[in-house]
């Protein structure tokens, strides 16, 4: 039988490693100090060529762009919403045709470029003047921020099907079966047990979406609508100054960020009954 | 060597070549090749837009790939360097990023050649600068998608590769690229779709590619609908020819996978 005798004296906590200089250390603050090279020679860019003059000119101005930008992608989501119902459902029956048809919409304009389209819709259409005035359409397509939103709209509503689609389908069968178990009716199934799953599938696709519509509208200032990026063109066609870039450049990635935190936190209070 | 291979290439020339699309059906149209139409114009505004993609891709694939090799470092600083990297590129507008990159690199070679006494004025390429432009987006979009590859192969294959005495770069070379590629590869396949819609806008800092070379002619010959139209059918039908042959490239990655 053992005993023990003596007690083995306290020793002190083994000393903390130091952390040994690695070479993803060195190449991490290399390019946090790059980084802080940049925005402190834009910062100081942006204070050393201040002008309250231009200030004054061409605040408002980007003020009003940054509007048109809101009110043209927010519209052009909305009514793309609408038009997607309609694809998104032919996309899903079982007739042939109309399969085909919502197929062929939603691979052409996931395919082709909005530049392009924009560009066939404002000036190509353009061409059918004499046509399109005596169906009394000319007001719509002479206007390049009706043309703006119509291909954003006719765009985005391809996208919107898609996303839609994958997240009805996304819901298993059994939640059908169970409802019909039920004796739901079809109508009642697919309001109450279907599509209020399907929404939160598609809540982040949504939200992606509703970010690349703000990046994508900027290309309607090609086509002389004075949204944020028309905005910043004129005052840099005026000014020559770099900084007019600089700013547009502020307003859309706060948009984006704001949009994206609104989005996280939505995904994370919708989710709620989710998570475990 | 190079006269025969030119002399190929002439042959096999989809669009104004002997057995050319312009050349068989465009005869006497708008599309006609040579002088008599826009078909040679539109030919070369294709040519630009592929070079320009491929040009971009490897260049994006490898920034992305370091970037997310940085974002999912141990080290803290590298990490949040990746981070304002993707987050900056990520949220502006492409068209944005390549009038930045565009002016931003011209007025900056121009201080720095003024510091060296020289005044001329200096004009970028803007083949090189839509090349830079586009690839700095497509990097921080790949970034993100290769992160999400890196996260879904198991640790037990990085300690795998340590318990053969593999060098690190060799355990990634060896055995974590090749499951990386096959699970990103749909990822990049859709990248790679948008990268080549995001080439039409370089048309817009005058580089000649099919947006421009349809635009010039709409305006010339006052066929606007008529030009647009093919620019959108070019676009259609690469889309087409990427998405056939990136079926054969995901085919072939999954050779290995057993089949189930």
């Keep these: 039988m053992s005993v023990i005798n003596e007690l083995i004296p306290p020793r002190p906590a083994p000393a903390v490693l130091e952390r040994p200089l690695t070479a993803a250390k060195v190449v991490g603050m290399g390019v946090l100090v790059l980084w802080a090279i940049l925005a402190m020679g834009l910062l100081s860019m942006v204070i050393e060529g201040w002008d309250p003059a231009k200030f004054e000119r061409y605040g408002p101005r980007y003020l009003n762009g940054l509007w048109t930008t809101i009110s043209l992608v927010g519209i052009s989501i909305v009514l793309g919403a609408i038009l997607s119902l309609p694809i998104a459902f032919a996309r899903m029956s079982k007739n042939r045709v109309l399969n085909a048809i919502a197929y062929a919409y939603v691979y052409v304009f996931r395919s082709t470029p909005l530049l392009a389209q924009l560009f066939l819709i404002y000036y190509g259409l353009g061409s059918f003047r004499p046509q399109l005035e005596s169906v009394g359409l000319w007001w719509f397509f002479r206007e390049a921020w009706y043309c703006g939103l119509f291909s954003l709209t006719i765009n985005t509503a391809a996208y919107q099907a898609e996303i839609l689609r994958g997240a009805i389908q996304s819901v298993p069968r059994g939640q059908h079966e169970g409802a019909a178990a039920l004796g739901i009716s079809k109508r009642i199934t697919f309001l109450k047990v279907i599509l209020p799953q399907a929404l939160i599938v598609a809540l982040r696709p949504y939200g992606n979406e509703i970010i690349l519509m703000i990046k994508g509208s900027a290309v309607v200032a090609i086509v002389t609508v004075f949204d944020l990026m028309g905005e910043t063109r004129y005052a840099f066609s005026r000014t020559f100054d770099y900084q007019t870039y600089l700013w547009a450049a502020i307003f859309y990635l706060s948009m984006v960020e704001a949009l994206r935190h609104l989005w996280a936190f939505l995904e994370r209070r919708l989710t709620r009954h989710l998570t475990r | ?260």
């Design chain 2, 1 to 260: 060597m190079s006269g025969w291979l030119s002399a190929l290439f002439d042959t096999l020339d989809p669009f104004c070549g002997p057995i050319g699309l312009f050349s068989w059906f465009g005869t006497g149209t708008l599309v006609a090749c040579g002088d008599a139409g826009w078909g040679d114009e539109i030919a070369f505004g294709v040519k630009v837009t592929i070079s320009l993609a491929l040009a971009t891709l490897p260049v994006g694939l490898v920034i992305g790939f370091l970037i997310a090799l940085a974002a999912q470092s141990q080290e803290k600083m590298l990490r949040l360097a990746a981070g304002i990297y993707t987050t900056i590129f990520r949220g502006l507008p492409e068209l944005l990023t390549l009038f930045i990159v565009y002016y931003g690199a011209q007025m900056m070679l121009q201080s720095v050649t003024a510091a060296f006494g020289y005044d001329g004025r200096i004009e970028i390429n803007a083949f090189v600068a839509g090349m830079v432009a586009l690839a700095v987006v497509f990097s921080s979009y790949s970034s993100e998608v290769l992160l999400s590859a890196f996260r879904a192969i198991p640790r037990g294959q990085y300690e795998a590769g340590d318990a053969l005495g593999l060098r690190r770069w060799r355990t990634m070379i060896l055995i974590i690229l090749p499951q990386l590629i096959r699970i990103a590869l749909p990822g990049l396949t859709n990248l790679w779709l948008i990268l080549l819609k995001d080439t039409s806008y370089v048309s817009v800092i005058g580089l000649a590619d099919i947006v421009r070379q349809t635009g010039i002619a709409a305006r010339v010959s006052k066929e606007a609908f008529f030009f647009y139209f093919i620019a959108c059918l070019l676009y259609l039908i690469l889309a087409m020819i990427s998405s056939f042959g990136l079926g054969f490239v995901e085919r072939w990655a999954k050779r290995s996978e057993v089949a189930r």
